[in-house]
């Protein structure tokens, strides 16, 4: 038997700052974030500053006092889990696809659609050309 509470994750890996806000151990993904950058997490007994560190079945995480292990289970998923995870992969999916389907490229912080690009061009050379812009 473990020594340690067993968390299950239907996803791996997952992000170690999903993972904090999910079980609970902090109280939403900023602190998370926040509480990993300052060197206040361990994994598997060694401090970590990746937000991001991929967490896999068998990682103890310790936090504030608090201790889990970490165990792969596909068929458990808590209703905080889809809206932290499934739902935000499906959604950076969803932005993906959009991008490649209508040529969206982002350039210091602005979206700028690559159709209204290729329109201005077009236009351009149609009037160098002396057509009409209709």
Do not use: W
């Not at 974030?33 to 990682?59: A, P, W």
């Not at 995480?61 to 809206?83: C, D, L, M, R």
């Not at 739902?87 to 209508?102: F, G, P, T």
């Amino acid at each position: 038997m473990s020594e340690h509470p067993i968390f299950d994750i239907c996803v791996e890996p997952i992000e170690l700052c999903k993972l904090l806000k999910i079980a609970n151990m902090v109280g939403g993904g900023g602190e998370a974030k926040t509480m990993i950058s300052e060197g206040n997490v361990l994994v598997n007994d060694e401090v970590t500053v990746q937000k991001r560190k991929k967490i896999r079945h068998g990682d103890i995480i310790q936090y504030n006092g608090k201790t889990i292990k970490v165990a792969y289970n596909p068929g458990q998923k808590s209703a905080e889990f889809i809206n932290t995870v499934v739902l935000a992969s499906k959604k950076e999916q969803r932005k993906k696809e959009l991008k490649v389907k209508y040529g969206i490229f982002h350039l210091k912080h602005k979206t700028i659609p690559f159709f209204l690009e290729t329109m201005e061009l077009c236009n351009y050379k149609r009037s160098e050309k002396g057509e009409s812009l209709k």
